[in-house]
């Protein structure tokens, strides 16, 4: 079977690497590298050429299982990081810190209003788990929200800023949020029976280590880097034209591994591209800057370090400590301080983790059922993330038929990571010819 594949993001590559094994695949990608958001952006600074991370820098083993499955089969190494968190004022007031996994620099909080934040936040997120454990993806944050017995200032000194910054939106917009994804990750971190306390780590070398591990078991053939698929042509159930740079092909099926607004420009299938286009989403702005935005007692600064300013927060964190003032990536969407003379800006968008992504999944799941083309990618599962990116590139290669002897070795429950129904596209247990 021929099957091309639209994108060398995470879920594109491991579909290309899983499905080569059986198939003739191609992969098109209109980048000169491959990794999509895991792919590092490499910087010029004096003489020497410094590549930073832009994408996900520490994962949960239990929750990213998939993931953890295929650095295993790769063998790659991940090391022990730091979750440790900070909200500050403009000014550099602390107006939390959680403990991490540092209990010996906690005393800017170790006060009763300090203690007492703790607490409801641990309230918050053990509340916010239950709508994990119950699939739920419905309730907006505005209405969980006014159940919830939090404090006025712990919610708009603490709470709203870690929202926002997160997502990179401002406070206003945090209400039409699906209340399980606005403190999704720090949620996911607390100790469960089911997931004992967890360790989070980091891949060693940077994320993209994994990335360029994986590269290797892919035939050279089969990446074509640098060259963009212009359009997708379904010409019957089982044939499908992809138009690109130099011409046009035909392939049996197509796996697009691009963003739902950027499949839509490619799908021919008006109705489908009409779908695609429904998904929400919002642009923010992410700045690689030479020293930090705030000068901050060492025993306030971490490794995430959230910015509350009046409308919006900003997330800062430490990308590089070789140069003497340090190296940051603040996500800046009209954030409270803006850094001056940045080495590295872009504007990116993203998608908006609201109600309506789950009705649109459905809809692109039974508009595409039974047909040649074939999603990957983050947005196909209920959230934004490397593992929801991996599952969905491992998921299609089981349906187009792969018989890479990673598929047998992996765990087929359902990720503990994803809540709602299971996501099928296209036609499943598609019948194999090597």
């Given at each position: 079977m021929r099957v091309a594949v639209i994108g060398a993001g995470v879920g594109g590559l491991v579909?290309?690497?899983?499905l080569s094994h059986n198939h003739e695949v191609v992969c098109f990608e209109g980048e000169n590298c491959a990794g999509g958001n895991a792919r590092p952006e490499v910087i010029r600074i004096g003489s020497s050429a410094v590549p930073f991370q832009l994408g996900p820098t520490y994962f949960l083993p239990k929750n990213y299982s998939t993931l953890f499955a295929i650095f295993r089969e790769l063998d790659?190494?991940?090391e022990r990081t730091s979750m440790r968190l900070s909200v500050v004022t403009e000014d550099g007031q602390p107006s939390f810190i959680s403990p991490g996994l540092h209990p010996l620099r906690v005393s800017p909080i170790m006060n009763r209003k300090g203690l007492e934040n703790i607490n409801e936040l641990n309230t918050l997120l053990r509340r916010t788990a239950a709508l994990l454990s119950v699939r739920d993806t419905a309730t907006t944050w505005s209405s969980f929200i006014r159940e919830q017995s939090v404090s006025e200032e712990f919610l708009r000194s603490v709470i709203l800023p870690i929202g926002s910054a997160f997502f990179g939106v401002p406070y206003e917009k945090l209400g039409g949020i699906s209340a399980s994804s606005v403190l999704l990750y720090m949620a996911l971190a607390l100790p469960s029976l089911k997931n004992g306390f967890q360790i989070v780590r980091g891949v060693t070398g940077g994320t993209d280590a994994w990335i360029r591990k994986l590269c290797k078991f892919i035939p050279n053939e089969t990446l074509r880097l640098g060259q963009i698929a212009r359009g997708v042509n379904i010409a019957s159930s089982s044939r499908v034209i992809v138009v690109h740079d130099e011409g046009e092909e035909a392939f049996d099926h197509v796996v697009v591994a691009a963003q739902p607004w950027s499949a839509a420009e490619l799908i021919s299938d008006?109705?489908?591209a009409t779908i695609l286009r429904g998904f929400p989403s919002f642009e923010s702005e992410i700045a690689i800057h030479m020293g930090p935005l705030l000068e901050l007692d060492p025993n306030v600064w971490s490794p995430s370090t959230v910015i509350a300013g009046e409308d919006i927060a900003q997330l800062t964190t430490l990308a590089n400590n070789e140069f003497k003032?340090?190296?940051?990536?603040?996500?800046v969407t009209d954030g409270p301080i803006r850094p001056t003379n940045p080495l590295y800006k872009r504007t990116y968008r993203h998608l908006l983790q609201?109600?309506?992504?789950?009705?649109?999944?459905?809809?692109v799941r039974e508009e595409s059922r039974g047909g040649p083309v074939h999603f990957a990618g983050a947005w196909t599962r209920d959230v934004d993330s490397h593992e929801a990116a991996v599952r969905s590139g491992v998921e299609v290669a089981r349906q187009l038929g792969s018989t890479h002897p990673f598929l047998s070795r992996t765990i087929k429950t359902p990720n503990p990571y994803n809540f709602g129904d299971p996501i099928e596209y296209g036609t499943k247990n598609i019948e194999c010819h090597r």
């Amino acid at each position: 079977m021929r099957v091309a594949v639209i994108g060398a993001g995470v879920g594109g590559l491991v579909a290309t690497w899983l499905l080569s094994h059986n198939h003739e695949v191609v992969c098109f990608e209109g980048e000169n590298c491959a990794g999509g958001n895991a792919r590092p952006e490499v910087i010029r600074i004096g003489s020497s050429a410094v590549p930073f991370q832009l994408g996900p820098t520490y994962f949960l083993p239990k929750n990213y299982s998939t993931l953890f499955a295929i650095f295993r089969e790769l063998d790659i190494a991940t090391e022990r990081t730091s979750m440790r968190l900070s909200v500050v004022t403009e000014d550099g007031q602390p107006s939390f810190i959680s403990p991490g996994l540092h209990p010996l620099r906690v005393s800017p909080i170790m006060n009763r209003k300090g203690l007492e934040n703790i607490n409801e936040l641990n309230t918050l997120l053990r509340r916010t788990a239950a709508l994990l454990s119950v699939r739920d993806t419905a309730t907006t944050w505005s209405s969980f929200i006014r159940e919830q017995s939090v404090s006025e200032e712990f919610l708009r000194s603490v709470i709203l800023p870690i929202g926002s910054a997160f997502f990179g939106v401002p406070y206003e917009k945090l209400g039409g949020i699906s209340a399980s994804s606005v403190l999704l990750y720090m949620a996911l971190a607390l100790p469960s029976l089911k997931n004992g306390f967890q360790i989070v780590r980091g891949v060693t070398g940077g994320t993209d280590a994994w990335i360029r591990k994986l590269c290797k078991f892919i035939p050279n053939e089969t990446l074509r880097l640098g060259q963009i698929a212009r359009g997708v042509n379904i010409a019957s159930s089982s044939r499908v034209i992809v138009v690109h740079d130099e011409g046009e092909e035909a392939f049996d099926h197509v796996v697009v591994a691009a963003q739902p607004w950027s499949a839509a420009e490619l799908i021919s299938d008006k109705n489908l591209a009409t779908i695609l286009r429904g998904f929400p989403s919002f642009e923010s702005e992410i700045a690689i800057h030479m020293g930090p935005l705030l000068e901050l007692d060492p025993n306030v600064w971490s490794p995430s370090t959230v910015i509350a300013g009046e409308d919006i927060a900003q997330l800062t964190t430490l990308a590089n400590n070789e140069f003497k003032d340090g190296i940051y990536r603040s996500w800046v969407t009209d954030g409270p301080i803006r850094p001056t003379n940045p080495l590295y800006k872009r504007t990116y968008r993203h998608l908006l983790q609201v109600p309506q992504v789950t009705i649109q999944q459905r809809k692109v799941r039974e508009e595409s059922r039974g047909g040649p083309v074939h999603f990957a990618g983050a947005w196909t599962r209920d959230v934004d993330s490397h593992e929801a990116a991996v599952r969905s590139g491992v998921e299609v290669a089981r349906q187009l038929g792969s018989t890479h002897p990673f598929l047998s070795r992996t765990i087929k429950t359902p990720n503990p990571y994803n809540f709602g129904d299971p996501i099928e596209y296209g036609t499943k247990n598609i019948e194999c010819h090597r």
